[in-house]
């Protein structure tokens, strides 16, 4: 039996989550075209205040959402955007929003009811009283979504129903909110969601070739830079995910990985680059191919770059920005991590049965914010 066989014999909902996102992709440009006057009424006030400062919030893999989306929209926008989990704005709110700036506050959430996602619109309603908020989210009946339907300073986008993803790992509600905060904010791409489906449904069709590279993976690292590094940390968390931990993966930077981490690399690894479309990045991605094709101990792999027989050269999508192409590259790591899922003898859907882990993060305490200690 091949392993996509395996993988179809066990009915997962996660690959049917994985290969859903083309149509649901285009389903969300349906709907976010028939919302756009709603939305540019809401946003083009808030971008033209002065001073604006855009922080784009998730926790885990919604966090990853904005780090690859943060990248994209300051080099598009020419203007502030900052990346800040809400992990980190829950712990530390003070830290992150010391500046007495108004805010856009846009939260990514699957189910908008882990507790942080919850919480951290809250408290930045309390340190920035004027923040507005931009909530994407693929359950219509989260928390979040119900608290910000009917809010002054919201609005709520609602992903297509298919993308609140029943596995446990986030899959189709990953690219979609991806895809749905790049159009939003950058709005002229004409046929660019019907070009990143068309590389996404490539990749599909080479999914027992994908699977191929699971086979004897006891390590698999990461690479990318700028909004591929971003790509990079969630392709490497869903191999951990799926696989409950028994493959070890790691993620960084080409440039940052031969600063200690390369020390990870033995005769078990696969090493996955995430090959840029800048110009200039491009040629650091091509060095650290060719450093680590030469040591020959390790097998490599290239996507989004054709350099070797071992590449996934994604040619329909080479001038779009990175922060765009990573919906359709990210579909690469999320059948490579399937398959090492069931390679392992782990159940997809539910990696970890005995509850150590939840879809919705469980066992945190949210506590009050209190007011700010006297200096």
Not at 290 to 308: H, N, P, Y
Request: one cysteine or more; proline letters at 5%; charged letters at 20%.
């Amino acid at each position: 039996m091949t392993v996509t066989s395996a993988i179809r014999a066990v009915e997962t909902a996660t690959h049917a989550e994985i290969l859903q996102q083309p149509a649901s992709w285009h389903r969300l440009a349906a709907s976010i075209d028939s919302r756009r006057p709603g939305i540019d009424a809401f946003l083009a006030p808030v971008l033209a205040t002065a001073g604006l400062r855009i922080v784009l919030t998730g926790a885990g893999t919604s966090a990853f959402v904005g780090d690859i989306t943060s990248e994209t929209l300051r080099r598009r926008l020419g203007r502030r955007v900052d990346s800040v989990a809400t992990t980190d704005i829950v712990s530390d709110p003070r830290g992150v929003f010391a500046e007495d700036v108004p805010v856009l506050l846009v939260s990514f959430a699957r189910s908008g009811n882990s507790p942080e996602s919850i919480a951290a619109t809250r408290i930045v309603d309390a340190v920035a009283p004027q923040a507005h908020h931009l909530v994407i989210t693929c359950d219509p009946q989260g928390v979040l979504a119900q608290e910000h339907r009917s809010a002054d300073r919201s609005l709520v986008l609602e992903m297509p129903p298919e993308t609140n993803d029943t596995g446990f790992a986030m899959t189709s509600s990953f690219s979609t909110m991806l895809l749905a905060a790049l159009v939003t904010f950058l709005p002229d791409q004409t046929g660019v969601v019907d070009r990143l489906a068309d590389a996404a449904g490539s990749l599909i069709g080479q999914e027992e070739r994908i699977a191929s590279f699971a086979h004897g993976a006891e390590r698999v690292v990461y690479l990318g830079s700028g909004a591929l590094r971003g790509a990079a940390q969630e392709s490497a968390l869903k191999l951990l995910e799926l696989t409950a931990g028994q493959v070890v993966s790691f993620f960084d930077s080409p440039l940052g990985f031969r600063h200690g981490p390369k020390a990870v690399l033995d005769a078990s690894t696969l090493v996955v680059v995430h090959g840029s479309s800048d110009d200039y990045t491009a040629r650091y991605d091509a060095d650290i191919l060719r450093e680590l094709r030469g040591d020959g101990a390790i097998r490599v792999v290239s996507v989004g770059v054709a350099d070797d027989a071992d590449s996934f050269p994604l040619d329909g999508i080479a001038d779009l920005d990175d922060g765009f192409r990573v919906a359709a590259m990210i579909v690469f790591a999320q059948l490579l991590a399937l398959s090492a899922s069931v390679q392992h003898g782990c159940t997809p859907d539910n990696p970890f049965p005995s509850g150590t882990v939840n879809r919705v993060v469980q066992g945190v305490t949210i506590h009050e914010l209190g007011e700010r200690a006297a200096g």
